[in-house]
């Protein structure tokens, strides 16, 4: 097992309606999505996010895409009344992807999450 | 089989992408301009003009698409008319005439706006509610090309082309899923091809050469998403499932004004080169209510940003702005709130960016503070205030002199909240004016 951030294993995207922000992970296996659907928690990511979310946190599960929603609510500042730069959560998703879990070597090696931008993959 | 192209998905979008669209040969170019804020910004509008209230790039858009339509019979649907479709209209049948176009025919879809259900909180600027389909799928049955509604609810768009062409019934819960499961995925244009890609975005971004996302759909609903060939950016299975589930909540419930969608059964197969087949979802009867917003004034805001250079940037600009908001407290000016922000070291992230174990000094931290009050002259007042900052500063500062200037005076705030309504309400004031040049 090794400890790895959530960048290195999956996507994810976010949004917003109001003052609830709307984020969804991705796996690429279902060995992966099983592992996060365990220690991916409600109760983490409201940890993980502290004070920038004052409400609940509610998690959906959507195996057909192999998805993990996460509902939060009071997590933008006031929604329409928002002084924040990001009022719309669109980068909650982003900053989420920095938890980490633990995961198997095989699991970690086989992610092509792993790739950089100043290192891209040949294409083809 | 029925091709729909995505030709706007927020206000204020190049119009190239919306030419992309018409470029691409379908038979239906859509075109979300409408969000929750960008309504409000058209409420304040209506309010210095009562002849706007619209999406005023319109009329742009208008002059591409009218060709499309007498070349190539391509027909337009938009919600641009925003808060005010009957004023779009009339605009857009004058522009039509201006331009000499006869035989085109141009329709307004209009509902009033439903009663204010919180009638005692702060005066009402203005509410709205998000219709469904049907008026779009009327204004089609009697030939429109061109199709202005008001807030017709962004999937409600893409729909309304299939119901018009296919006749599914209005509790075909199944086909109206699959109609709006595509509406969602096109409505954010190009989200659903590689924009906002969590995965390998440095192979999917080039702006020289965009991609807007179409829809191949058959009369069962099956659809098949895909883009123009040589565009860049990609349709994969991991593109659409990312906007698959875009801002939905509970995917098994995803409330429209026409169906409740259940996202949890879409099945996505990627057929590769860059088509993707949206297949098997689900619907359940529609609600009784439609979503409504409340527009009220919510005060005043402003806000100041300034760069602070290595060493202890991020110090520097703490105590900056900390001294800024003690100044205005010891002044008396009442602000209703703060917000503190360093780009650098945690403006987005927060408490999710570790905070011990940093090592290295940042470069430069920029520091934004940004300020609500109850009424202009108190928003005023702080700002007023940053004058100080200049040359009494710690060493290191850049930009703050430049960006007071271009930022201009606080702007006011609209406070939103949703409300339900009675379907029948909002959809018994429905008009649908047909107005042929």
Redesign the interface.
């Known amino acids: 097992m090794a400890d790895v951030m959530l960048r290195d294993v999956c996507g994810v995207r976010s949004g917003d309606k109001g003052d609830v922000s709307d984020l969804t992970l991705f796996a690429d296996d279902r060995e992966t999505y099983d592992l996060l659907v365990e220690q991916v928690t409600p109760g983490r990511v409201a940890a993980h996010f502290g004070a920038l979310v004052v409400g609940p946190v509610e998690r959906y599960l959507v195996p057909n895409v192999l998805a993990i929603k996460f509902v939060m609510h009071g997590a933008l500042g006031g929604g329409s009344m928002s002084l924040r730069s990001d009022t719309q959560g669109k980068t909650h998703g982003l900053s989420l992807l920095r938890l980490r879990v633990d995961l198997p070597h095989d699991v970690i090696a086989r992610s092509t999450r792993r790739a950089r931008p100043d290192s891209p993959p040949e294409a083809g | 089989m029925i091709r729909i192209g995505a030709g706007q998905g927020v206000y204020g979008e190049s119009i190239d992408l919306f030419r992309a669209a018409f470029d691409a040969g379908v038979d239906y170019v859509v075109c979300d301009s409408l969000a ?2 960008t309504c ?1 910004m058209l409420v304040l509008d209506q309010r210095g003009d009562e002849t706007a209230g619209w999406a005023p790039d319109l009329l742009a858009r208008l002059d591409v698409a009218l060709p499309a339509a007498v070349a190539a019979g391509t027909r337009w649907v938009t919600n641009a008319g925003g808060v005010n479709p009957v004023a779009a209209h009339q605009r857009a049948v004058a522009r039509a005439r201006e331009q000499g176009f006869r035989g085109v025919k141009i329709a307004a879809v209009v509902h009033d706006p439903p009663p204010d259900p919180f009638a005692d909180d702060a005066p009402v600027l203005a509410t709205l509610a998000y219709a469904g389909a049907a008026g779009i799928v009327e204004a089609l049955d009697r030939d429109a090309d061109v199709v202005i509604a008001g807030r017709v609810a962004d999937a409600a768009l893409f729909l309304a082309p299939l119901v018009h062409e296919y006749r599914w019934a209005w509790d075909d819960w199944g086909r109206l899923a699959a109609g709006s499961t595509v509406g969602h995925l096109l409505e954010c244009s190009g989200q659903c091809t590689g924009g ?8 999917t971004v080039d702006f020289r050469r965009p991609g807007p996302p179409i829809a191949e759909v058959e009369p069962n609903g099956d659809a098949v998403i895909t883009k123009p060939e040589g565009t860049s950016g990609r349709v994969s ?2 593109t659409v ?12 419930t995803y409330l429209t004004p026409d169906v409740v969608v259940d ?6 197969v990627d057929q590769s080169n860059d088509r993707v087949l949206v297949t098997g979802v689900r619907g359940a009867p529609r609600t009784d209510t439609l979503k409504g917003l409340r527009y009220s004034v ?2 005043y ?1 402003a ?1 100041v940003t300034l760069t602070f250079a290595w060493p202890d940037a991020e110090a520097k600009c703490r105590h900056v702005l900390r001294s800024l908001r003690a100044t205005a407290l010891d002044a008396g000016v009442g602000v209703a ?3 503190e ?1 360093y780009f650098g070291v945690s ?8 905070s011990d174990g940093r090592t290295v000094d940042p470069p430069e931290v920029t520091g ?1 503070l ?3 009050t109850d009424t202009m002259a108190d928003a005023v007042a702080v700002q007023r205030l940053v004058g100080r900052i200049g040359l009494f500063s710690p060493p290191g500062l850049q930009g703050i002199g430049r960006r007071v200037r271009e930022r201009g005076g606080p702007v006011p ?4 909240e ?1 409300f339900l309504v009675d379907r029948e309400i909002v959809e018994s004031t429905r008009r649908v004016i047909v107005e042929e040049v």
């Open positions: 929750e804020t409000g906002t890609y969590s995965g390998d975005w440095w192979n299975f991991d499932r990312e906007q698959l589930l875009y801002e939905v909540h509970d995917p098994t996202l949890a059964s879409a099945e996505l919510g005060g805001t806000e709130e703060w917000c922000e403006g987005f992230g927060g408490p999710t960016v570790p934004r940004a300020w609500r705030m609209l406070r939103l949703p």
